[in-house]
């Protein structure tokens, strides 16, 4: 489906009167009092196909992944992008990045579905999850997958089992646990010693898992990951873990002589959810891990690794945008004033799970200045589906469409039918284009697991 395309863009800040800077998707633009993305009015689309809706900037997802590619590669390693599927996932989302050039991290044997009904190329995918059932151990070995990320030693028990009944050999990452700290929030840190992931090196548990690794016939070991949490601002955290893997990779090859060939990185860049925030950009951070990469294996004398990164959120956070229609609003004088909308914890969780802050615009009046504090409330039975407290916004009425930015990552993937609300849709938008790629659920689908 094509929508129509208004008149020019309007200033400042070049593209927005909002002065949203980061946080806007790439072609996010005002025409008229409209806000537009990817030239499609979100107006007109709203309208179109009803609320709410996620909207993903085709252009800014693909921008993304080729800033990874080109910048990672920039500084004389050999490195891979795996783009981390629970972010946002979907078939065509598959099928970009297969586009793309790069690989896929996936976290179950759900994702690696996907994955496979997009044809994408198995020997890109790479495995995760901390306690990977043995269907999904069988169903990623029988596919064909590239890399398997080892948490456990039973782990690595049934992939030696299950890869020497077919008679082949599985190349196995080990997950380590560098034992950083990352500076975000604790739920969504993964790398210090507390932690449900991987073996220690501190510990020495994983120079053990290592030698036991490298003694299993059905296992090829590979080489190392690590993955030391999400949301991250500051690169120092990458590089002290980078240190502790390196110097754990040496110890290694003191040991057994085995010398990595693969060094996975995890994701975590952080991104701008408010134009205050300022992340490190994508080519500071490849700059600084492949050289601190390079560096620590230079003292080692190690040969470096190929590189791998996983980055999820830097890629679609913020491409994404979840389109509502206000239903209420309603004045508590000297209190706040809720405005409700037709969405809320179902499809972004991230507020009342992580106290997560969003900036929204009302897209029919995007090009009036954002004066108005009010609440934009969920419609869900509990007082704590808020979606943005004290959200700044033009002023509001019931049939407006409110944009909130910065939901491409871990708003579908965490959405959830509670209320036996039904989830979005998800459209793809691109030089004046509309492409359906995730149906809105029906009460049909609600139906479809009752026994009855
Ligand atoms: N690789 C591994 C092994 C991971 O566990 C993750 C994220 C990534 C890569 C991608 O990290 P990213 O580049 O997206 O930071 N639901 C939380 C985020 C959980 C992240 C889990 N692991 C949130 O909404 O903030």
Redesign the pocket.
């Known amino acids: 489906m094509s929508m129509s395309v208004a008149s020019e863009p309007i200033s400042p800040d070049n593209r927005t009167t909002m002065g949203l800077g980061a946080v806007l998707p790439l072609t996010a633009e005002v025409r008229g009092s409209h806000l537009f993305i990817g030239g499609v009015d979100m107006v007109e689309l709203a309208r179109a196909q009803g609320t709410a809706l996620y909207v993903m900037d085709e252009r800014h997802v693909r921008m993304q992944l080729g800033t990874y590619r080109t910048e990672m590669n920039a500084h004389g390693a050999v490195a891979d992008v795996a783009y981390?599927g629970?972010?946002f996932t979907s078939v065509a989302m598959c099928r970009l990045v297969a586009d793309e050039g790069c690989s896929l991290?996936v976290?179950s044997g759900g994702e690696l579905a996907i994955a496979r009904a997009a044809r994408f190329p198995m020997e890109r995918i790479i495995v995760?999850g901390n306690d990977k059932t043995p269907l999904e151990l069988t169903e990623a070995i029988e596919a064909g997958v590239g890399l398997i990320?080892a948490d456990s030693n039973e782990e690595l028990d049934r992939i030696d089992a299950i890869a020497t009944e077919r008679g082949v050999r599985q190349q196995v990452l080990l997950r380590v646990t560098p034992g950083v700290h990352a500076d975000t929030?604790s739920?969504?840190q993964?790398g210090q010693e507390d932690s449900k992931f991987g073996f220690s090196a501190h510990s020495g548990a994983a120079l053990e898992a290592a030698i036991y690794a490298l003694a299993l016939p059905g296992v090829d070991l590979a080489g190392f990951?690590m993955?030391i949490?999400?949301?991250?601002f500051s690169l120092d955290p990458f590089v002290r873990a980078v240190e502790v893997m390196v110097d754990f990779m040496a110890q290694v090859r003191e040991r057994t002589g085995f010398v990595a060939r693969d060094f996975d990185c995890?994701?975590?860049?952080?991104i701008a959810y408010r134009p205050t925030g300022e992340p490190s950009t994508i080519a500071q951070y490849a700059e600084l891990l492949v050289g601190t990469i390079t560096r620590c294996c230079a003292v080692r004398d190690l040969s470096v690794p190929r590189i791998h990164v996983?980055?999820?959120?830097?890629v679609v956070a913020d491409a994404g945008v979840t389109l509502y229609t206000v239903g209420s609003v309603k004045r508590l004088p000297g209190i706040r004033t809720y405005v409700a909308v037709d969405g809320g914890m179902t499809d972004n969780i991230?507020p009342a799970?992580?106290g997560?802050v969003y900036e929204a615009t009302v897209a029919n009046r995007a090009g009036e200045p954002r004066g108005t504090v009010v609440s934009i409330a969920g419609k869900h039975c509990e007082s704590g589906d808020i979606l943005i407290r004290d959200a700044s916004l033009q002023p509001v009425t019931d049939g407006d469409i409110i944009c909130i930015f910065s939901t491409g990552?871990?708003c579908q993937t965490?959405s959830s039918n509670y209320n036996k609300q039904v989830r979005p849709g998800v459209v793809f938008v691109s030089d004046g284009t509309v492409r359906q790629v995730v149906r809105r659920e029906t009460y049909d689908d609600l139906l479809s697991c009752e026994v009855y």
């Not at 949490?229 to 991250?232: D, E, H, P």
């Not at 995890?266 to 952080?270: A, K, R, T």
């Not at 996983?310 to 830097?314: A, D, L």
């Open positions: 981390a629970k972010a991290d976290s995760h990320v929030h739920f969504i993964t990951h993955h949490g999400s949301q991250i995890g994701g975590g860049l952080g996983e980055p999820g959120r830097s991230r799970l992580y997560a990552a871990y965490m």
